[in-house]
């Protein structure tokens, strides 16, 4: 664990840097907020012109005081926090929590850049500038100027935005779900939201880790601290309206955007994305006292049919839909219902359903080794009390001894099933008020599991790669200043990387053409070599299916007079004779670099249609090859690989190896190569592999 960041989240001694003797303002607050939260180890409050705050002894400056001190809050105006740095860095302190706004968020990045080195040169960590500080309910510790410690409970937030912070705040004592800590991090000029995975994962009181994020820095190290965590992650991502979809010259530039790279990352991250900030607390709820769903068998037992038809809907919705249980289940399950109950799944128990049942039920159901889950839902009768239920489950959950299962509970009711639900939550069981939410809770347990287990896929990694010759390729084009790169040499790119293209040669006059088409064997494709002609097909520039020599003669001459035509000053290198590919189900693999993460992968079904469809899924390369099935099963179009009205079904297997190398490859290039895409790559059926007949490169400027 890092030392440093313990001494700025869990402090022994804090000072607060601006403290002020007139009540409402910041200074002032932080330390009322401080002696409010019973802050027991040493609040030094530090003013140059105060002698006594709220009873506390004034210090003139965090030099002066006598005893240790592991942070400073500071809240004096931007202009004077670089001499308060340095006072700091002398005094020993270790982490520095900047309230004062005024820095990049304004566009001055470079105070905020130079307090951050200075900080750091002394061994110190920043957290913010722009913050509302950090609260910590195990440390009894308000150090900032939200106006209490938020509900206890086992998660850990970290927000982005200081007013949701404080906002989420009082919403814990409405909702009844509870924080250990609450750290607001502000513009993450040092400690990011990676620093904050990797402490808050060693962080003895943290169950689970919950982000508000509006933006990564550096996405890269989110991912790799995240993959590492052993704590769930929920994450809430603000601004995931598209933007950044430049116009592009290849087709993966107008088709990526940051809500989909985000989403991507998010999943190698292991995090689980929440959908709205209701959302956030549901997951957090269920993530921070239930362990992950482990298979797809989720049982519900309800006392109502209605609550039960909205139970299966949301499982479908969750991809755990319901089915039946074994026969010796439902025998063993109908001893505890009337004759007009229904022992499948939803267990209807019907209204008459009492203390014993749902005790009795939920014992049996919990325990049964055929249950993954196990949802209990329940609506308010005249006949029943609602927290004696919520004990009948609870003593039944409690009596199998079960603690690596989930389960997940719905009242629906007035205020006492609300009590008793908050008697559930307050006793370790997640419960919320609407069938619908327990079950998405019991979804996001599943996919917890489920991320959980593709973290463990290595990484594909390609091995004889011969990066001399790809590097050969790439000085060239760098030394025609040039920036793309033509298809015959995006492919040897690609083929020094072990990817399948068709084998591919340059001629340079007619008869050449025709030497190499014989050499290769009919049939053949002659396409035009141009860096100026980047979609070949709109120039006329491509003639397939050639089946002799007088073909290849009349292609030759169409193709440079229709690449004249279309541009009359293109350079031309040429004209490649390739392979003629079997015809198979046409799909598009494509990389961009996103800002925040690097190399990205894409893949979708190829063709005319893929920029109106944007039927395409991306990750941050390079992946596992699993996590490259996983994509091709990803997109709308995927039953399409599988084979439909009687088409054999694709060869997925080699499709994720290819999609898993080209990940590798684009990671590899990642300092050369901006965009890159291979459209289309042919796929054939089961066994016969795939090809990849067009490639383009794409370098940085
Ligand atoms: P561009 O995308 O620049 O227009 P392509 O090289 O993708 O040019 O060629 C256009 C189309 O011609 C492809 O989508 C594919 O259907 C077909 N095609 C191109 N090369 C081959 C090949 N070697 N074998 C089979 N079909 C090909
Ligand atoms: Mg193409």
């Avoid at 990387?497 to 008869?511: F, I, N, R």
């Avoid at 980047?534 to 007088?550: F, P, R, T």
């Amino acid at each position: 664990m890092d030392d440093v960041l313990t001494g700025l989240l869990r402090p022994k001694g804090i000072a607060i840097i601006g403290a002020s003797t007139t009540p409402g303002k910041i200074g002032h607050t932080v330390v009322k907020n401080l002696i409010e939260s019973e802050y027991q180890d040493g609040i030094y409050p530090v003013n140059p012109s105060a002698d006594e705050i709220l009873g506390l002894k004034v210090y003139k400056s965090v030099l002066d005081i006598p005893d240790r001190v592991d942070a400073a809050v500071i809240t004096v105006p931007a202009k004077f926090v670089m001499g308060v740095t340095k006072e700091c860095g002398e005094k020993g302190i270790k982490g520095l929590i900047v309230i004062t706004s005024g820095f990049s968020e304004v566009g001055d990045v470079k105070l905020e850049k130079d307090i951050v080195k200075l900080a750091n040169n002394y061994g110190m960590r920043v957290l913010g500038p722009n913050v509302v500080g950090t609260l910590s309910n195990s440390d009894s510790l308000n150090a900032s100027f939200a106006p209490f410690l938020p509900l206890n409970g086992n998660a850990s937030l970290v927000s982005q935005s200081g007013a949701l912070l404080i906002a989420i705040d009082a919403i814990t004592y409405t909702r009844r779900i509870g924080f250990d800590k609450l750290v607001s991090i502000g513009n993450t000029s040092d400690v990011n939201f990676a620093d904050m995975v990797d402490w808050l994962d060693e962080d003895e009181n943290t169950k689970c880790i919950s982000l508000y994020i509006e933006g990564l820095r550096d996405g890269r190290r989110f991912i790799d601290e995240s993959a590492k965590a052993k704590k769930p992650i929920v994450v809430l991502k603000a601004g995931v309206s598209e933007h950044g979809a430049v116009a592009a010259a290849s087709h993966t530039g107008s088709l990526a955007g940051s809500q989909k790279v985000y989403g991507a990352a998010f999943q190698q991250a292991g995090a689980i994305q929440a959908t709205d900030l209701s959302d956030l607390f549901d997951c957090t709820l269920a993530l921070s006292l239930e362990p992950p769903m482990k298979g797809d068998n989720l049982l519900v037992i309800t006392n109502g049919g209605g609550v039960g038809v909205l139970a299966t809907d949301s499982a479908e919705k969750e991809g755990i839909s319901l089915k039946f249980a074994p026969g010796s289940v439902q025998e063993e399950l109908k001893k505890h219902m009337p004759s007009f109950g229904s022992a499948k799944n939803p267990v209807d128990l019907t209204g008459m359903a009492g203390n014993d049942w749902y005790h009795d039920t939920t014992k049996f159901s919990f325990a049964h080794d055929w249950v993954d889950g196990l949802v209990v839902l329940y609506c308010e009768t005249a006949i029943t009390n609602p927290l004696e239920i919520a004990q009948s489950i609870h003593t039944a959950v409690k009596e199998t001894g079960i603690t690596d299962k989930p389960i997940t509970v719905s009242f629906v009711g007035g205020e006492r099933s609300d009590k008793a639900m908050q008697w559930l939550v307050e006793n370790g069981i997640p419960a919320y008020n609407a069938p619908d939410l327990a079950v998405r809770a019991m979804g996001t347990l599943r996919e917890y599991a489920r991320l959980q287990s593709m973290k463990a896929e290595p990484i594909k990694e390609i091995h004889d790669i011969d990066r001399e010759k790809a590097h050969e390729i790439i000085s060239k084009a760098r030394a025609d200043n040039r920036t793309g790169l033509t298809e015959i040499e995006s492919k040897e790119i690609f083929k020094a990387y072990g990817l399948p293209v068709v084998k591919t040669t340059l001629a340079k006059s007619e008869d050449e053409a025709v030497s190499l088409a014989e050499e290769i064997g009919y049939p053949v494709v002659l396409k035009i070599v141009s860096p100026d002609i980047l979609h070949k097909s709109d120039a006329g520039g491509v003639k397939v299916n050639m089946q002799n020599e007088s073909d290849v003669r009349e292609a030759y001459q169409n193709i440079l007079k229709n690449a004249k035509n279309y541009k009359a000053d293109a350079s031309i290198h040429g004209i490649v004779v390739q392979d003629m590919a079997p015809w198979g189900t046409e799909t598009i693999i494509g990389s961009v670099n996103d800002p925040t993460f690097g190399a990205t992968a894409m893949f979708g079904l190829g063709g005319i249609f893929v920029e109106v469809l944007k039927d395409v899924t991306f990750r941050v390369a390079p992946i596992s090859e699993k996590e490259a099935s996983v994509m091709l099963d990803e997109i709308k179009g995927a039953p399409i690989l599988d084979g439909v009205r009687g088409e054999a079904p694709s060869d997925k297997k080699a499709l994720a190896v290819v999609l898993s190398s080209y990940a590798y490859m684009i990671s590899d290039l990642v300092d050369e190569v901006a965009e890159s895409d291979a459209n289309p790559v042919l796929v054939y059926e089961q066994g016969k592999g795939v090809k990849i007949v067009d490639a383009r490169i794409i370098l940085k400027k």
